[in-house]
């Protein structure tokens, strides 16, 4: 960050079940802060309980179809990026009545699709299942997504309860 040890000071907590450390600072007279987060390998990989425990972040920021963003660094298995207001999730409910939550959800779909092209050898597999797809295949996939996420969060709810100390 530039700064001297003085002018620094880091923080760490676990949220989330992930490690993270906060770093606040001055560079150049200006408050500046950065995350270093913990880095999980991919769902995928649990799923799958494939033997590979290798985090791709890196390789598919790299390679994929977009502008990388210089505050963005990966290092084994951390990654570290800026915090500041202007950088943060979207929230839809903090969002103007006149939104457009569908031009919204487009671009999230393109930004993802990004990181899927960054694998060069799946790109034809991806647009040719895309092509043998009709009707209203992804609102039905996003319908048992969000069942099956409600249905493992009451289980986690009732697991969560049942082993709390009494």
Do not use: N
């Given at each position: 960050m530039g700064a001297s040890r003085e002018e620094s000071v880091l923080k760490t907590?676990?949220?989330?079940?992930?490690?993270?450390?906060?770093?606040?600072s001055r560079w150049r007279g200006a408050f500046i802060s950065r995350e270093a987060k913990a880095i999980r390998p991919s769902a995928w990989v649990w799923a799958k309980k494939a033997p590979s425990a290798e985090i791709y972040c890196d390789k598919l920021v790299q390679r994929s179809i977009r502008v990388p963003d210089p505050c963005v660094l990966?290092?084994?298995?951390?990654?570290?990026?800026?915090?500041?207001?202007?950088?943060?999730r979207i929230e839809l409910a903090s969002l103007s009545k006149d939104r457009d939550e569908a031009r919204l959800l487009y671009s999230?779909?393109?930004?993802?699709?990004n990181m899927?092209?960054?694998?060069?050898?799946a790109i034809a597999k991806v647009k040719q299942d895309l092509a043998s797809r009709r009707g209203r295949w992804l609102h039905k996939a996003a319908k048992?997504?969000?069942?099956?996420?409600?249905?493992?969060?009451?289980?986690?709810q009732r697991d969560w309860k049942s082993s709390a100390p009494r």
């Open positions: 907590s676990i949220f989330r079940r992930a490690p993270r450390i906060l770093a606040l990966f290092h084994g298995r951390w990654v570290v990026r800026r915090l500041a207001p202007d950088c943060s999230m779909g393109w930004e993802t699709a899927h092209f960054a694998t060069p050898q048992a997504m969000l069942a099956a996420t409600k249905k493992d969060w009451k289980k986690w």
